[in-house]
C-alpha cells in the first residue's frame, strides 16, 4: 500500500464486515468534520455542533431519506489516533446501513480507505513509530495470552524504547569518535579508549539479547507447529481428540485410518500451538494412498517445531521412531515421547510420557511438558520480546556492527570504528522506521486490515 498524499480525507468502517448490533466507520482527514457535518442532523433538523471529544446522537440522512440514529465522536487533529481531524460514527451494524453510509461519505469527497491506511498516517504524522504499528498490527492478530502480551508491549513503545536506550548510547560514542577525528591540532585530550570499547561491548550484548529473543517470539506470534507422529494405529488421532478435548479426528481400530493431515489450533498456557495429526510411518506402505499419506507426514516433520511421538509399547515400531527422532535432531527441534493406552497394563516406554487418551490420564501434564519444552522466555531482555522478523534481521546486523566497531576501536583504527556505528545506526533507524525506504512501510502497512 503507497501512503496516499495526507491532505485526503478517508472512510473505512473499523469494525469486521457481517451483521452486528453496532458498527463503526472511521472518517480522517482534514474534511472529516465537514463532511459528516454535512450528513448529521440532530435537534430540529440542524446540522450539529462537532465538538472536540464530546458524544452526540444524530440522525443520517440521504437528502430527505432517514439513513440510521448514530453517536459520532469528533477528534480534533492532532489529538487523535491518525493525528488528523477524526469522526467516529457508531451505527446500527447492518452491512445495508454501512454500505449506504460509505457511499454518502464518498459521494461528499471522502476516500475509500487502504489497508492500514489510519495506522500509517498516524506514523506519517508522528503519533507512533514503525515498530509500534508492527505491535498494533500484531495485537488485533493476536490469538493467545502471550502473543497479546509481547503486541501490546510493543504497541505501547516499550521496544522502541529499549531502541532508543542503545541509540542514545552509540550516538553519544559516535559523537566522541567523531570529535577525535575531526581534533587535527590534537588539543583534546586522549579518548578512555578502554571504557568505550567496554561500553560499544555492552551495547553489541543487549542488542544480540533483543534479537535471541525471536527465537521464543516467533513461536509466540507464529504459533508452534507441532507434529504429532508415530506408527499406525498408535493412538495420534486419539492424542489429538483428548488434547482438544473434542471428537476431531476420525478413530478407528483398523490401522491407517488417517491418511492426510489435520490441522487444529490449541492454547496452552497462553501459547497457540498448531496441531497437525499425521499419517502413521512404517516401512512399506500398504497403497499409493498410504504413500502419500506417509510423505505428507514427513513434510510436517519437516517443518515442526515441536513433535508428540506416540508410541505402543505392545506394537514397537522402530521405523516411525527412527524418522522422528532424526528430524528432531537434525532441526534441533524438542522431541517428546509419549506412551499412549497406558491404562493398560504393561504398556509404558522407557522415558516417554505415560498417558491414556481413553480416560485422560496424563493429558494435563502433557500439556505442561508441551508448555515447556520450547523454553519460551529465556532470551527476552526485560520482559521485551521481538517477534517480527524485520526487526530480528535489523537487530543482527546492528549487533554485528556495533561488535566489530567495538573491535576497529580496540585496534586504534576509530575512523573504521565511525563507520561500523553509522551503519548500527542505520540499522536502528530502519527499526523505528525514521529511514525505512517506501517498500518496507508498503509491506508493514499492507498487512493490516482496512479500517485501522
Not at 96 to 114: F, K
Not at 292 to 299: P, V, W
Amino acid at each position: 500500500m503507497k501512503p496516499h498524499p495526507l491532505s485526503d480525507t478517508i472512510a473505512a468502517a473499523a469494525t469486521p464486515p457481517g451483521e452486528g448490533a453496532l458498527a463503526v466507520v472511521r472518517v480522517s482527514g482534514p474534511r472529516a468534520a465537514q463532511i459528516c457535518a454535512g450528513l448529521l442532523r440532530g435537534t430540529g433538523g440542524k446540522a450539529p455542533d462537532l465538538q472536540h471529544r464530546r458524544a452526540l446522537t444524530a440522525h443520517i440522512f440521504d437528502a430527505d431519506r432517514k439513513i440510521d440514529r448514530v453517536v459520532a465522536v469528533f477528534f480534533k487533529a492532532p489529538n487523535s489516533y491518525t493525528g488528523d481531524d477524526t469522526v467516529e460514527l457508531a451505527c446500527h451494524g447492518s452491512p445495508y446501513i454501512i454500505s449506504s453510509l460509505m457511499q454518502l461519505l464518498a459521494r461528499e469527497g471522502a476516500r475509500p480507505a487502504g489497508p492500514g491506511e489510519f495506522t500509517c498516517r498516524a506514523f506519517l504524522n508522528g503519533k507512533l513509530d514503525l515498530a509500534q504499528a508492527e505491535g498494533v498490527a500484531d495485537l488485533i492478530a493476536s490469538s493467545g495470552e502471550a502473543a497479546h502480551r509481547a503486541a501490546l508491549s510493543a504497541a505501547e513503545g516499550r521496544l522502541s524504547a529499549a531502541y532508543a536506550g542503545i541509540r542514545r548510547g552509540l550516538v553519544d560514542a559516535l559523537a566522541e569518535l567523531e570529535a577525535r577525528l575531526d581534533d587535527a591540532d590534537g588539543e583534546m585530550p586522549a579518548p578512555d579508549t578502554r571504557a568505550m570499547t567496554d561500553a560499544l561491548a555492552r551495547a553489541a550484548s543487549e542488542l544480540e539479547k533483543l534479537a535471541a529473543s525471536y527465537e521464543a517470539g516467533r513461536y509466540i506470534k507464529e504459533g508452534v507447529k507441532t507434529c504429532i507422529a508415530g506408527a499406525p494405529n498408535a493412538g495420534k488421532s486419539s492424542l489429538l481428540n483428548a488434547l482438544l478435548g473434542r471428537e476431531r479426528a476420525i478413530v478407528s481400530p483398523l490401522p491407517g485410518t488417517t491418511r492426510d493431515t489435520i490441522e487444529e489450533s490449541l492454547n496452552i498456557a497462553g501459547l497457540r500451538f498448531l496441531l497437525v495429526d499425521t499419517a502413521g510411518l512404517r516401512e512399506h506402505a500398504l497403497d499409493q494412498t498410504e504413500t502419500q499419506g506417509m510423505e505428507r507426514t514427513r513434510r510436517a516433520l519437516s517443518e515442526a517445531d515441536l513433535i508428540l511421538l506416540v508410541e505402543d509399547a505392545s506394537a514397537p515400531c522402530p521405523a516411525a521412531g527412527k524418522e522422528a527422532e532424526t528430524a528432531s535432531a537434525t532441526r534441533k527441534v524438542p522431541l517428546l515421547r509419549i506412551s499412549n493406552k497406558s491404562d493398560l497394563p504393561h504398556r509404558t516406554v522407557e522415558g516417554s510420557l505415560p498417558v491414556s487418551c481413553k480416560t485422560g490420564q496424563g493429558i494435563d501434564s502433557l500439556r505442561a511438558a508441551m508448555a515447556s519444552a520450547l523454553a519460551i522466555g529465556g532470551g527476552e531482555k526485560d520482559g521485551i520480546i521481538v517477534t517480527n522478523a524485520r526487526q530480528f534481521a535489523a537487530l543482527s546486523e546492528a549487533a554485528r556492527q556495533t561488535r566489530e566497531a567495538a573491535v576497529e576501536l580496540e585496534k586504534g583504527a576509530q575512523e573504521l570504528c565511525a563507520d561500523r556505528l553509522y551503519a548500527a545506526l542505520g540499522e536502528l533507524e530502519q527499526l523505528i522506521g525514521a529511514t525505512a525506504p517506501e517498500e518496507i512501510l508498503d509491506a508493514v502497512f499492507s498487512k493490516f486490515c482496512v479500517g485501522k
